[in-house]
């Protein structure tokens, strides 16, 4: 077997790399909107109410897409499903870029929020059965990398189309998500199944010819039984009752409140919003206001990959309150700069950026990555699958409440006298032409205090319940949570 000539090292990296554009897919449609919402405001006069509701409905669709992705990947396989979410991806932008209605829109940003949900779910799934044991941690963080970069290549796309006094400027922006989807659908049509779908078919001889080429020869046995024993045991069907096991409620728990905290730290505002909050910072038009959000989205992917080099080596719970302490930190100054904006003068905008950057920076070393990580590994192997979900499930649902409440929560807290007027350009339909109209914006800094204070209360949980999984086995995770241990306690035996 050790003469295997179909062998090639670097043929998953190559495999994962492309089935990852699915995650940048994931962050492009994620992060389209943002440039495109000063100028559909302009192009419709949309209240701050309906951008929520344009930016919830992807959000919306993404859930129902993370809800009945699992069944289907087992029935189609996982290739064939990817395939069908680069056809919705493209369908979707084609559909976002031609709408004649915000309420249109609305249902074509629905089909991307669909094609969101199924890849965050499917993608990763794809990368981890193809993955060597040995190279399944880096390559299926790929994933996570790819998604920063996504919302990145999404803020450059938005730049390169803003212009300030070109109205649609928001219709090549979403039309331009096709690229990604028909990347993605190409590159997919190349790529094989994963063995483990297609053992679970009863498909051995394919499955081992994939092995063949992504596998050490002297492993490809090895993998093959281990699959054939992983199958064995899913044949006794988890029940979904089985994850409110009382000795699993502190794991279930962990997971959906970690993904709260995630969201509830405001993460989702500065992705989707942050061109407008930068204009309400005092930065003059969309497309200066998009410059700064092209910065965020550069520290976003810089700090990604600095997170993927400290988890193994830090820690979870270390890098966990290094993170948050940091994030309340850059909140609570962020929400200064806006208190005190009028009296800041142009200096204001500029501590918004750098203060943003911070926040941005200590979000992607910690909760950001870690939230996918812990979920993936508090849970034992018979019920992974469906803890997962749920904690992905709780991320999306917690995503679109911060994303349909910010504005709702910016009017509510905004302290009389202490409101930001601007003066923007809105189209006029009628007199085929700009005109100056006065926006009163609230003011943003009672929304990011209430994100700080969440964010200390989640520094308080951490202490009680974040366990620190570097270096533990999942065999031995599943011991400590049926003897009744304290999640705070949870370390290697060898320790």
Known sequence: MAHNKDYNKDMVVIIAAVAAVGGLLFGFDTGIISGAIPFLQQNFDLSNSMLENITTSALLGAVIGAMFT???????????????????????????GAVTSPTELMAARFIVGLAIGISSFSVPLYISEISPADKRGQLVSLFQLLITIGILASYLTDLAFAKNDVVTSWRPMLYSGVIPGLLLFVGMIFLPETPRWLMSKGRRQEAEKILRRVEKPEKVEIALNEIQNELEKDKQKVKFSEIFRPWLRIPLMIAI???????????????????????????????????GSVSVGLVNVLFTILAIYLVDRWGRRKLYFVGLTG??????????????????GQSGKWLTIVFTWIYIAFFAISIGPLGWLIISEVFPLRVRGVGTSIGSLSNWLFNGLVAFTFFKIVKLLTIPGTEIITQEK?????AHNFVMQTINN???AGAFWLYAFIGIIGIIWGYFYLPETKGVSLEEIEEHWRKGGKPRELKPKQE
């Open 442 to 444: 609230g003011n943003p």
């Open 426 to 430: 809105v189209y006029d339909p009628a």
């Open 257 to 291: 409140v970690i993904m709260f905290f995630q969201q509830f730290v405001g993460i989702n505002t500065v992705i989707y919003y942050s061109p407008k909050i930068f204009m309400i910072a005092g930065f003059d038009g969309a497309r200066a206001a998009i410059w």
């Open 70 to 96: 699992g069944r289907l990947t087992d029935i189609l396989g996982r290739k064939r499903i990817i395939l069908f979410t680069a056809i919705i991806f493209t369908i979707g932008a084609l559909w976002s």
């Open 327 to 344: 994030i309340v930190i850059a909140l609570i100054a962020l929400g200064l700069s806006f208190a005190f904006n009028s009296s800041l």
